[in-house]
T-cell receptor, first 113, second 110 residues
């Protein structure tokens, strides 16, 4: 089982719809959960992070964390073609008395006009 | 305010050679981490430097080493290059949570 799993997609949604991106992690001791956006040929950029169970909203983005079920999700409301990118989920996973950042392989999102 | 800067942008090396990649963190950031991103994959954590010491390390062999300087800039060194080392190498800096990534160095080993 991979440490952080994401469906590689592509996830295709029409403009204006809600895009839902999901991520599961295997280590129950993981803390600090992040979503990054990566445009093709570019470096990842942080969208938001979440630490506690529940929802966290920032503009059109909502991150949801459920530690009991070990999943993190990202909702993008009113999706725009400019949101088309790969979305990377990352968690800080326990390792050797510390935590190391561990990324999923990313989900490709396509927002079509 | 400059973000994270990496050099060089692209690099071609021959198998068995050694390479050094450089990174200057975002102003105000004191922690630098390095990642390897193969095509179609997420970034893989190599190591993190804070106060000029390696603090955390991912599952990479000793051929991968690094350094952090007093001005917080950092270098990644890879010895005895293998074809499989071809990837995008990303540097990220942070002060607290949430990393800011540089644009990366594309390394091709032939």
């Amino acid at each position: 089982q991979k440490e952080v799993e994401q469906n590689s997609g592509p996830l295709s949604v029409p403009e204006g719809a809600i895009a839902s991106l999901n991520c599961t992690y295997s280590d129950r001791g993981s803390q600090s959960f992040f979503w990054y956006r990566q445009y093709s040929g570019k470096s990842p950029e942080l969208i938001m992070f979440i630490y506690s169970n529940g929802d966290k909203e920032d503009g059109r983005f909502t991150a949801q964390l459920n530690k009991a079920s070990q999943y993190v999700s990202l909702l993008i409301r009113d999706s725009q073609p400019s949101d088309s990118a790969t979305y990377l989920c990352a968690v800080n996973r326990p390792s050797g008395g510390s935590y190391i950042p561990t990324f999923g392989r990313g989900t490709s999102l396509i927002v079509h006009p | 305010d400059a973000g994270v800067t990496q050099s060089p942008t692209h690099l071609i090396k021959t198998r068995g050679q050694q390479v050094t990649l450089r990174c200057s963190p975002k102003s105000g950031h004191d922690t630098v981490s390095w990642y390897q991103q193969a095509l179609g994959q997420g970034p893989q954590f190599i190591f993190q430097y804070y106060e000029e010491e390696e603090r955390q390390r991912g599952n990479f062999p000793d051929r991968f080493s690094g350094h952090q300087f007093p001005n917080y800039s950092s270098e990644l060194n890879v010895n005895a290059l293998l074809l499989g080392d071809s990837a995008l190498y990303l540097c990220a800096s942070n002060y607290g949570e949430g990393r800011t990534f540089g644009s990366g160095t594309r390394l091709t080993v032939v």
